[in-house]
């Protein structure tokens, strides 16, 4: 079986080809903001001006096309003006081949992927990225959220610190460029509630460091070992109340090598297993999607058209799981 798959929720615009055993061929185009952080309408004047050009590259050098069984969209959560491009040109698409729809939900499809690329059976997922970061894990039927940011995505949070340290979008990359090279550590909020942690505290006092005269590197170096510190905690907690030992990174922050060291160390110490998909997997793809659409449709999900809206604030947890 074969699904197209397209991403658009957010800065990246994705389509993809995949089987049941691999990736066949993906096309992207990122948006990168001129100036400041991402802004909606720009993004999706971006996916709209995009996407003709994505697809069809995408599909050039494919010609089995009739082979193609389903047709997926990330249908949320993300951006309104930016899901909106996408599902047009899925329905669209859709129509055109005579296939059915599939709208996925994106962060499970960040943790499918994940379990796809590395093995891992039933893991407490860390998925962070731009918008969202959250511990996950199955139960029964449903992947559940066991802690969330309660403001802003660690990805966010990250780029907010470059932005105001005159760094371009994306921060993160830069932020850990640049922590590499910190030698002291600065106090910053160290915020866990439960099982939930919180960054817009932190990125305010970050700032200020900045603003004091501290050096850029020790800045990234304080705020990147305070906020995965936050991470990792609530990580190793979810793994023990759930008596789990396996944890799956995904989402586009999970590239960090720090992070990534952090969190082995824990499962080391623990015995548990660390895992992380090959970095293209990581970030917003279309092929995430792609998989996804495709496990659900062999489980009996489709979207007709009429169901098809976008869901801006669509949760995890609003999915029925039907696979193992
Ligand atoms: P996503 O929305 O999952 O594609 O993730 C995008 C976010 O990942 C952005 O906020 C980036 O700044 C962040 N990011 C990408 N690479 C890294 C990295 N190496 N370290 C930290 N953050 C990163
Ligand atoms: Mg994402």
């Given at each position: 079986?074969?699904?197209?798959?397209?991403?658009?929720?957010?800065?990246?615009l994705?389509?993809?080809?995949?089987?049941?055993?691999?990736?066949?061929?993906?096309?992207?185009?990122?948006?990168?903001?001129?100036?400041?952080?991402?802004?909606?309408?720009?993004?999706?004047?971006?996916h709209?001006?995009?996407?003709g050009?994505?697809?069809?590259s995408?599909?050039?050098?494919?010609?089995?096309?009739?082979?193609?069984?389903?047709?997926?969209?990330?249908?949320?959560?993300?951006?309104?003006p930016?899901?909106?491009?996408?599902?047009?040109?899925?329905?669209?698409?859709a129509?055109?081949?005579?296939?059915?729809?599939v709208?996925?939900?994106?962060?499970?499809?960040?943790v499918?992927?994940?379990r796809?690329?590395?093995g891992?059976?039933?893991?407490?997922?860390?998925?962070?990225s731009?918008?969202?970061?959250?511990v996950?894990?199955?139960?029964?039927?449903?992947?559940?959220?066991?802690?969330?940011?309660?403001?802003?995505?660690?990805?966010?949070?990250?780029?907010?610190?470059?932005?105001?340290?005159?760094?371009?979008?994306?921060?993160?990359?830069?932020?850990?460029?640049?922590?590499?090279?910190?030698?002291?550590?600065?106090?910053?909020?160290y915020?866990?509630?439960?099982?939930?942690?919180?960054?817009?505290?932190?990125?305010?006092?970050?700032?200020?460091?900045?603003?004091?005269?501290?050096?850029?590197?020790?800045?990234?170096?304080?705020?990147?070992?305070?906020?995965?510190?936050?991470?990792?905690?609530?990580?190793?907690?979810?793994?023990?109340y759930l008596?789990?030992?396996e944890?799956?990174?995904?989402?586009?922050?999970?590239?960090?090598?720090?992070?990534?060291?952090?969190?082995?160390?824990?499962?080391?110490?623990?015995?548990?297993?660390?895992?992380?998909?090959?970095?293209?997997?990581?970030?917003?793809?279309?092929a995430?999607?792609a998989?996804?659409?495709?496990?659900?449709?062999?489980?009996?999900?489709?979207?007709?058209?009429?169901?098809?809206?976008?869901?801006?604030?669509?949760r995890?947890?609003?999915?029925?799981?039907?696979?193992?």
């Amino acid at each position: 079986m074969i699904a197209l798959g397209i991403e658009g929720t957010a800065w990246s615009l994705s389509a993809a080809l995949v089987d049941e055993k691999d990736v066949i061929a993906i096309e992207s185009r990122a948006y990168v903001p001129k100036e400041g952080g991402i802004h909606p309408r720009e993004a999706s004047q971006h996916h709209s001006e995009n996407i003709g050009h994505v697809i069809s590259s995408l599909l050039s050098n494919f010609d089995e096309i009739d082979k193609i069984d389903v047709v997926a969209f990330s249908q949320g959560p993300g951006l309104g003006p930016c899901l909106r491009v996408v599902a047009t040109a899925a329905r669209a698409i859709a129509l055109k081949l005579k296939k059915p729809l599939v709208g996925v939900n994106h962060c499970l499809a960040h943790v499918e992927v994940g379990r796809w690329k590395t093995g891992a059976r039933n893991p407490v997922s860390l998925y962070v990225s731009g918008g969202n970061s959250q511990v996950i894990a199955r139960r029964g039927d449903r992947y559940r959220v066991f802690g969330e940011t309660l403001d802003i995505g660690i990805g966010n949070a990250l780029d907010k610190l470059a932005r105001h340290m005159r760094l371009k979008h994306p921060g993160g990359p830069k932020i850990e460029k640049l922590a590499r090279k910190g030698k002291k550590y600065y106090e910053l909020p160290y915020v866990v509630k439960g099982m939930d942690f919180s960054f817009s505290g932190m990125v305010t006092a970050a700032q200020r460091l900045y603003d004091d005269g501290i050096p850029a590197e020790d800045v990234a170096f304080s705020f990147q070992e305070t906020a995965f510190a936050m991470l990792t905690e609530v990580t190793e907690r979810a793994l023990a109340y759930l008596d789990l030992d396996e944890v799956l990174l995904v989402g586009g922050v999970g590239a960090n090598e720090r992070l990534q060291e952090m969190l082995r160390i824990m499962c080391e110490d623990r015995g548990a297993r660390f895992y992380a998909p090959p970095k293209q997997l990581m970030g917003d793809n279309g092929a995430m999607i792609a998989y996804t659409g495709l496990l659900m449709y062999k489980h009996g999900y489709s979207t007709p058209v009429g169901n098809s809206a976008v869901k801006p604030d669509f949760r995890i947890d609003d999915v029925e799981v039907r696979w193992d």
